[in-house]
């Protein structure tokens, strides 16, 4: 059952290995609660006391494990079986930012593990640094405000610059889902992005969507014209790994820090649900869900918890 469901919520199964890890906490769960050691049924989730019982005592990281599990979980339940379950949900996103607070607290108090430390900075800083990079980096200015709002991963140094029109007639040519490439849309009234080569491709496929951000939307109009950016070359021609150098590089020489769209991302988030409630949590994370190319189960345990 617990395979049809990931099935189902990520649109392909788990490994074997992910799957004996998944299956292993998720029995040892349903054992306390229901005695039983056969997963033929969702209830156990629903009995928050008995799962409070459970997790006493036990470590943030555990605790953070578990959460994930039991909203993808209820995601399911309430995607494919209709449950009327947001309450609960809401419950488990805020236990989640209050793990995530403690986190912030111990960064705070500077009691972060080095492997932290060497990644994440506080949300003020990262904007202080991105601002300050208009004038002199204005390339990376664009590529780590679209991280933040659109929540790429490394493809967002490979976008090609395309007009809406040249985009639609390319469209219509080979068919959306036989393109290859990243494209950065400029019409007159707005400016999209079109994803075609990213990590999750296989499994969401193209990815299409409208940028809101009129600011944002000028600077890349501006940058287009002042660089002379021809239609059909790239907007940065960075490879994959060119983004982590240049990430790295540019934010240690100015924060001692090296940041990568991942931890630009990770801030972004831990951000959010920290000045957020529960409710705008869920709507939030389902939004990056979409963006980003991530199932809700990775993003509750990997970004909801910083």
Same mark, same amino acid.
Do not use: C
């Given at each position: 059952?617990?395979?049809?469901?990931?099935?189902?919520?990520?649109?392909?199964?788990?490994?074997?290995?992910?799957?004996?890890?998944?299956?292993?906490?998720?029995?040892?769960?349903?054992?306390?609660?229901?005695?039983?050691?056969?997963?033929?049924?969702?209830?156990?989730?629903?009995?928050?006391?008995?799962?409070?019982?459970?997790?006493?005592?036990?470590?943030?990281?555990?605790?953070?494990?578990?959460?994930?599990?039991?909203?993808? +979980?209820?995601?399911?339940?309430?995607?494919?079986?209709?449950?009327?379950?947001?309450?609960?949900?809401?419950?488990?996103?805020?236990?989640?930012?209050?793990?995530?607070?403690?986190?912030?607290?111990?960064?705070?108090?500077?009691?972060?593990?080095?492997?932290?430390?060497?990644? !994440?900075?506080?949300?003020?800083?990262?904007?202080?640094?991105?601002?300050?990079?208009?004038?002199?980096?204005?390339?990376?200015?664009?590529?780590?405000?679209?991280?933040?709002?659109?929540?790429?991963?490394?493809?967002?140094?490979?976008?090609?610059?395309?007009?809406?029109?040249?985009?639609?007639?390319?469209?219509?040519?080979?068919?959306?889902?036989?393109?290859?490439?990243?494209?950065?849309?400029?019409?007159?009234? /707005?400016?999209?992005?079109?994803?075609?080569?990213?990590?999750?491709?296989?499994?969401?496929?193209?990815?299409?969507?409208?940028? /809101?951000?009129?600011?944002?939307?000028?600077?890349?109009?501006?940058?287009?014209?002042?660089?002379?950016?021809?239609?059909?070359?790239? +907007?940065?021609?960075?490879?994959?790994?060119?983004?982590?150098?240049?990430?790295?590089?540019?934010?240690?020489?100015?924060?001692?820090?090296?940041?990568?769209?991942?931890?630009?991302? /990770?801030?972004?988030?831990?951000?959010?649900?920290?000045?957020?409630?529960?409710?705008?949590?869920?709507?939030? +994370?389902?939004?990056?869900?979409?963006?980003?190319?991530?199932?809700?189960?990775? !993003?509750?345990?990997?970004?909801?918890?910083?």
């Amino acid at each position: 059952m617990i395979q049809k469901v990931k099935q189902r919520m990520n649109g392909r199964p788990l490994s074997d290995k992910s799957m004996t890890t998944y299956l292993l906490q998720l029995k040892k769960l349903n054992r306390f609660i229901t005695g039983s050691d056969t997963l033929d049924s969702l209830d156990f989730i629903y009995k928050t006391d008995k799962i409070n019982e459970f997790l006493e005592g036990k470590p943030i990281s555990t605790k953070r494990a578990y959460y994930s599990k039991i909203l993808a +979980l209820l995601n399911y339940d309430q995607m494919f079986n209709e449950k009327n379950n947001q309450k609960l949900i809401e419950r488990y996103v805020g236990l989640s930012k209050d793990i995530n607070q403690t986190i912030t607290s111990n960064y705070n108090q500077n009691i972060l593990t080095e492997k932290q430390q060497e990644k !994440l900075i506080p949300y003020s800083q990262l904007i202080n640094w991105v601002n300050s990079l208009k004038k002199d980096r204005p390339d990376l200015y664009i590529l780590v405000r679209l991280v933040m709002n659109e929540f790429y991963r490394n493809e967002v140094g490979s976008f090609i610059y395309i007009s809406l029109k040249a985009y639609k007639r390319l469209v219509k040519q080979e068919g959306v889902d036989n393109l290859t490439k990243n494209y950065l849309i400029v019409g007159s009234q /707005k400016v999209m992005t079109s994803r075609n080569d990213y990590k999750t491709y296989s499994v969401y496929g193209n990815k299409t969507f409208e940028l /809101k951000d009129k600011a944002l939307n000028r600077f890349i109009r501006k940058y287009i014209r002042e660089n002379s950016i021809e239609e059909g070359k790239p +907007l940065f021609d960075f490879s994959f790994n060119q983004v982590s150098t240049q990430l790295a590089y540019n934010s240690k020489k100015s924060l001692g820090v090296e940041l990568s769209t991942s931890s630009i991302f /990770k801030i972004t988030i831990g951000h959010y649900i920290q000045n957020h409630t529960g409710a705008e949590s869920v709507a939030y +994370l389902k939004r990056v869900s979409q963006s980003r190319g991530t199932d809700m189960s990775t !993003l509750t345990k990997v970004y909801l918890n910083v």
